[in-house]
């Protein structure tokens, strides 16, 4: 946009809605506000995607837990789960119960590698479920930290041209500055509105992700610690 | 992963929808910028020059002028005893009846040369009046002389004093008319002048000593009133370093009045002291902002002549909208 435009706009529209200021604005302030307006939605795709992820876990996790401490047999339980496990920690069992099986079917006799196979089996199920659990976390913290840059960026640039407007129509009245800079401005609260709230949530998310992945590894350091003492008492 | 990314664009639209529509427009400014911070200078010769006030105020009304012939009168004699000045009025009166007194004469002709001597004569009649006046006792005199010829003062050239003259009583009266009318005539700005020399040896006796020590300070510097361009030019002084807080919305909110001391060479002499202030959330602030700025911005450039103006100032800040 011409700069004398911007001038003669301003002048033109006194009324500043977020529509005008955003026409106005110059069209790399125009490409900053919207990559900020994106990374903006797609965060908080991320954030409520998440959120139901982990409630939804969570509860899972809860109730294996809750079957899986019941007594039932783990036979009965592993018949059960076998074809579709549902939950995280239903995986890691699963997946533990079927190296075990294999092991015994083979007629393995040597119980210290039964023991390490199944709790590399078990690391593996972790690393995996822990995976998706965090995964796309790391875009909520890129926009956390990029993103008052980059609405600096447009900021800075929205300003830079503002004052070429003041110098090319040679007029240094508030009212011929202040549109460019208000529309400037105007891409650091994107910025900031965008990071804001995806500092915050990549904060609560990435830690309720640990927990879960504690409660996944205490499971899983339980169960191994349940199926050796089933190795020495077969063996 | 859908489900989110739909809630989150529709959030977002209904956030943009808001914001086109839902918020208010941005309002204008109000205009009304803040232009002159105009600080007041109430001088405290106001307050302590009422004496001064009084004197002038006694002046211009009309009473004022009867005194003049008293003064008049009372400069050659000033100290005498009582008797005297009704001895020496008559003089003043014939001025405006000359051809009427002419019989009448004798009797003042004679006061003169023995102005000590006739006490005798007026003390009967004096005694009565001379406090009030001396001048109505003056006609009672002329009169009783003048009493055998009654047809002389019709032909005077004022009309109004002959037909009351009959009477004793009347005559009494009839004098104020005719001073009355000399002093309309005579009223003029010098006079007053003389009036205000005149009062202290009027009132000399009983009530001088106060007023005449008021006096004597004026006299000092007799035309020393500080000018309006050298109270705007102390208000400058001081306003350049005066800050306002910030947020205040009312003026009354942030006026304050300070009194400080000023030496001879214009600095500010010990702590400016608030006088009153306002008991608003800035009121304090204000006010700390007005001793500071008296303290800054000295020492203030000021006409020496004139200390006795601004040695001591009072001063009002107030933001006028």
């Known amino acids: 946009m011409n700069p004398a435009d911007v001038g003669q706009?301003?002048?033109?529209?006194?009324?500043?809605?977020?529509?005008?200021?955003?026409?106005?604005?110059?069209?790399?302030?125009?490409c900053v506000m919207l990559g900020l307006a994106l990374a903006s939605i797609w965060s908080w795709a991320i954030i409520i995607d998440k959120v139901l992820l982990f409630g939804r876990v969570r509860r899972q996790i809860d109730r294996f837990e809750k079957v899986f401490w019941s007594g039932q047999s783990l036979e009965d339980l592993y018949r059960s789960l076998s074809s579709r496990p549902a939950s995280a920690?239903?995986?890691?069992?699963?997946?533990?119960?079927?190296?075990?099986?294999?092991?015994?079917?083979?007629?393995?006799?040597?119980?210290?590698?039964?023991?390490?196979?199944?709790?590399?089996?078990?690391?593996?199920?972790?690393?995996?479920?822990?995976?998706?659990?965090?995964?796309?976390?790391?875009?909520?913290?890129?926009?956390?930290?990029?993103?008052?840059?980059?609405?600096?960026?447009?900021?800075?640039?929205?300003?830079?041209?503002?004052?070429?407007?003041?110098?090319?129509?040679?007029?240094?009245?508030?009212?011929?500055?202040?549109?460019?800079?208000?529309?400037?401005?105007m891409a650091t609260a994107l910025g900031l509105i965008a990071a804001i709230p995806a500092v915050i949530a990549y904060n609560k998310l990435s830690s309720s992700a640990g927990k879960i992945t504690s409660r996944l590894e205490g499971f899983a350091d339980e169960f191994s610690a349940i199926l050796s003492r089933q190795i020495d008492e077969r063996v | 992963m859908r489900t989110g990314l739909i809630t989150s664009v529709l959030a977002h639209l209904l956030l943009l929808f808001w914001g086109l529509f839902g918020l208010p427009d941005t309002k204008p400014f109000d205009a009304s910028t803040v232009e002159a911070l105009p600080v007041e200078?109430?001088?405290?010769?106001?307050?302590?020059?009422?004496?001064?006030?009084?004197?002038?105020?006694?002046?211009?009304?009309?009473?004022?002028?009867?005194?003049?012939?008293?003064?008049?009168?009372?400069?050659?004699?000033?100290?005498?005893?009582?008797?005297?000045?009704?001895?020496?009025?008559?003089?003043?009166?014939?001025?405006?009846?000359p051809p009427p007194q002419k019989p009448a004469e004798p009797a003042p002709a004679p006061t003169p040369p023995a102005e000590q001597a006739p006490p005798p004569e007026p003390p009967k009649e004096?005694?009565?009046?001379?406090?009030?006046?001396?001048?109505?006792?003056?006609?009672?005199?002329?009169?009783?002389?003048?009493?055998?010829?009654?047809?002389?003062?019709?032909?005077?050239?004022?009309?109004?004093?002959?037909?009351?003259?009959?009477?004793?009583?009347?005559?009494?009266?009839?004098?104020?008319?005719?001073?009355?009318?000399?002093?309309?005539?005579?009223?003029?700005?010098?006079?007053?002048?003389?009036?205000?020399?005149?009062?202290?040896?009027?009132?000399?006796?009983?009530?001088?000593?106060?007023?005449?020590?008021?006096?004597?300070?004026?006299?000092?510097?007799?035309?020393a009133m500080m000018t309006q361009s050298e109270l705007d030019a102390l208000r400058a002084q001081v306003q350049r370093c005066w800050q306002l807080p910030?947020?205040?919305?009312?003026?009354?909110?942030?006026?304050?009045?300070?009194?400080?001391?000023?030496?001879?060479?214009?600095?500010?002499?010990?702590?400016?002291?608030?006088?009153?202030?306002?008991?608003?959330?800035?009121?304090?602030?204000?006010?700390?902002?007005?001793?500071?700025?008296?303290?800054?911005c000295g020492p203030y450039q000021l006409p020496a002549e004139k200390y006795d103006q601004w040695s001591e100032v009072q001063m009002r800040f107030s933001p006028q909208l």
């Open chain 1, 9 to 30: 706009a301003a002048l033109d529209a006194p009324n500043l809605s977020l529509i005008t200021l955003f026409l106005h604005a110059h069209i790399v302030v125009k």
């Open chain 1, 89 to 185: 920690m239903a995986a890691l069992f699963v997946a533990a119960m079927r190296e075990w099986k294999r092991s015994f079917e083979a007629g393995a006799r040597s119980p210290i590698g039964l023991q390490m196979r199944i709790d590399r089996v078990l690391d593996v199920t972790i690393t995996r479920e822990s995976e998706r659990l965090e995964s796309r976390l790391l875009f909520l913290a890129t926009v956390g930290s990029a993103g008052p840059f980059i609405g600096l960026f447009g900021t800075v640039w929205g300003i830079m041209t503002s004052f070429q407007a003041i110098a090319a129509s040679k007029n240094t009245s508030l009212a011929v500055v202040a549109p460019g800079i208000a529309e400037a401005l």
């Open chain 2, 41 to 97: 200078l109430v001088p405290i010769s106001d307050v302590t020059s009422l004496q001064k006030g009084k004197k002038t105020a006694e002046v211009k009304p009309t009473p004022a002028p009867e005194k003049s012939e008293k003064q008049q009168t009372p400069k050659p004699t000033p100290a005498p005893p009582k008797p005297t000045p009704p001895a020496t009025p008559p003089p003043p009166k014939a001025e405006p009846t």
């Open chain 2, 126 to 223: 004096t005694p009565p009046p001379p406090k009030e006046e001396p001048a109505p006792v003056k006609p009672a005199e002329p009169e009783k002389v003048a009493e055998a010829p009654p047809p002389p003062p019709a032909p005077k050239p004022r009309v109004k004093p002959a037909p009351p003259k009959p009477d004793q009583t009347a005559a009494v009266q009839k004098p104020p008319t005719p001073t009355q009318s000399t002093t309309d005539s005579k009223f003029d700005p010098d006079r007053i002048s003389a009036l205000l020399d005149r009062q202290k040896p009027a009132g000399g006796s009983e009530a001088s000593q106060t007023p005449e020590s008021f006096g004597a300070e004026e006299a000092r510097n007799p035309s």
């Open chain 2, 246 to 296: 910030v947020g205040w919305t009312d003026p009354r909110e942030v006026t304050v009045t300070i009194r400080f001391k000023l030496n001879q060479d214009g600095t500010v002499s010990g702590t400016p002291s608030v006088e009153q202030y306002p008991a608003s959330n800035y009121g304090t602030v204000a006010a700390e902002g007005a001793v500071r700025a008296i303290l800054q």
